[in-house]
């Protein structure tokens, strides 16, 4: 069974112990390079980082200026071309990644803590705190995602604050239904029993012995949850419910969507940024999965 | 597989065929596109482009418009202005009857003016009327209790419909009057069908008392709800006319069609003017020579050229430029960006260590993007260069926007507020400081207060030499334009869009809100 895998494959270093060794992380490390689209994703990941943080000392143009006449094609003006106020494009990619990486960072790192937070309660103690729970998750869940977001940015204003709180408060249920899953699972396993008649308290049960080696699909799953927060943002943006004063990739397409058949490029260049962006995310989430995931990991 | 083809054949040909007879139907009916829907038909207390088109076809009003702003008759066969000003006597033609069959006499005049005084949103548009006195039943006398010049204009066939008082006299309130969607009026078109949300279908009234028209047997308005679908719709001759289009690139788009004539003619009488206000008892903007920079700083030509595709006019004051009152000598706020900096320092704005001087907000009404959002965010890449920093605020819909401005929590805003005809209808709301209403939208929002102003906006909606008040009109504007309350931006571009085929054309100064009884498709040569 997976449970005696997964206890015996990476939880065991954890499990008792105060640190875990550094062994297992090398080791998944290793694994993670095995994995070709692993590295893919990360060297995508790590060039599109680069370029946000590192363009705009290079690149100053202010991507909410206007620089040049509206739709100037890609060319000697502008190498991108400019959008339908004149606004150059490639200052728009270089300077709206930031939004962008960043309302996708923090909306799952918002994701993932509401999301752990209720699952752990909710998968460790049970009973009437877990169907509470439940209820509450279930009420986020049977909302539409979209729906909802666009009710919140909507209520409290189109700044890219607001976005990211909206998107996380979407998007936690998911998380939530995973970490109390682990948690249901590993809790009737002997080591924690162990752990509890040796006299732990709840809080180092739940925090020291069960969380740990509830992680690894938790990983996974905020990887993932990046990819969608930035879909998210731009899909928002898209429907027009984006921050005006704040470049970024999902802001240029809802404003340029219009205007598609008189610059293509308007769109195009900051679509396949997101493209970029949001399969780098994925192909990286595919290579933790690889490397942590102990029955893939004896294929190689 | 020969058979086939033979099938296909007849069926392509009798497709051919039903086409054909259908096209030859359509020869006495005329489809109107429009993306609004009318809450219901009566234009006696209903402002707005969506219940005044079909009520214009519906109800007759006192006097019509050519494309001149000269009035001329129509249930008023003439009329006298009395030398002081203080009555006007409209004597009426003596054929016409509503569609019922009972006849259009003096009473319903004067029920429908004191309707429309105490109902119609345009509360400055009747205000100077008492009463209306009926010596006969083809003559009505309008008292009024000071001279009120416009009141010619407020005759016109959106502002001032003739109700039958057998109908809507029957003391239910006219708001709610189960009439209104079931209009009885003496226009040239009757109700047949109203399906709401989806068509209004008007056909010819046989006794409309001018012989021989209308010349149309039918007027169908399609409501269609994308207005990309409109445009394909006129395009395959699906829809016949398409008012108020003003998406720059869908007037290219039709301007290049082949079937379609698209004319800026019709919109003078509304004059819809396309503006940045300004909230004037905020700091800075509390300062003229800050909103005088900022309109330097603007940049009007750039924004009708790469914005709007030249194909806007540009605004300079608070009177739209078609109007016999616009004045054109105003100071125009060429872009200068020097004059702009050297305003805001004497303002004592100067520029701070990092480049600015202060922040501000732009507010724009949302969904018309063109002529509202892109303006915003262009104003904030010109006013950055001049050291302000302004922030672009999105209102998710229209009412949030409205709130805003009209409660006044706003610093700077895109709006757009057109003229009704006469200054006394549409322009006066705007700069007297009688009219600073919190919580009412498209009042003096700007908390703009001159008392010249108010003097001279006083002195002209009663001036009864029509040279006299073009001279206070027009110093009216020189003042307003000066003070800035308002950086005037353009005219919204609209057009109207028409099968070739159509002909005469309604291109007076009510466009498409006025009859259309002598609309008709042009005589075909033989098939």
Redesign the interface.
Known sequence: MSVLEVSGGISKPIAPGPKPAASPGRAALRQYLYSLSGIAGAVILLLLVAMTLFGPLIYHV?P???VA??FTPPGSDALLGTD????DVLAGIVYGGKATLTVGAIAALITIVIGVTVGTISGYFGGAADTALVKVIEFFQILPPLLFAMVL??LFG?TLTTITIAIGAVSWPSAARLTRAEFLRLRGLDYVKSSRAAGATDRHVMLRVILPNALPPIIIAATLAIGVAILFESGLSFL??G???TMSWGLMIGQNR??VL?GWWTVVFPGTAIFLAVLAISLVGDGFNDAINPRLRRRI | MRRKIITMLAAGLIAGLAFGAAHAADRSTVVIGTTQVPRHFNGAVQSGVATAMPSTQIFASPLRYDDNWNPKPYLAKSWDVAPDGLSITLHLVTNAVFHDGKPVTSEDVAFSIMAIKKYHPFQTMLAAVDKVDTPDAYTAIIRLNHPQPSLLLAMSPPLMPILPKHVYGDGQDLRTHPANLKPIGSGPFKLAEYKQGDYVVLEKFDRFFIPGRPKLDKIVYKIVSDPNAAIIGLERGDINILPFVSGIRDIERLEKAPNIFITDKGFAGIGPLNWLAFNTKKKPLDDARVRQAIAYAGNRDAIIKALMGGKATPATGPIAPDSPFYEPKVESYKHDVAKAQKLLDEAGYPKKADGTRFSLTIDYIPGVNEQQRNVAEFLRSQLKRVGIVVEVRAASDFPTWAQRVSSYDFDMTMDAVYNWGDPVIGVDRTYLSSNIRKGVIWSNTQQYSNPKVDKILAAAATETSPEKRKALYSEFQKIVVNDAPIFYINVAPYRNAFDKKLTNLPTTIWGLMSPLDELSWANESKK
């Open positions: 202010d909410l200026d206007i006449a509206p339908y106020l004149g606004r940015v909507t189109q027009g419910l921050d005006p004063n219009n205007y008189d």
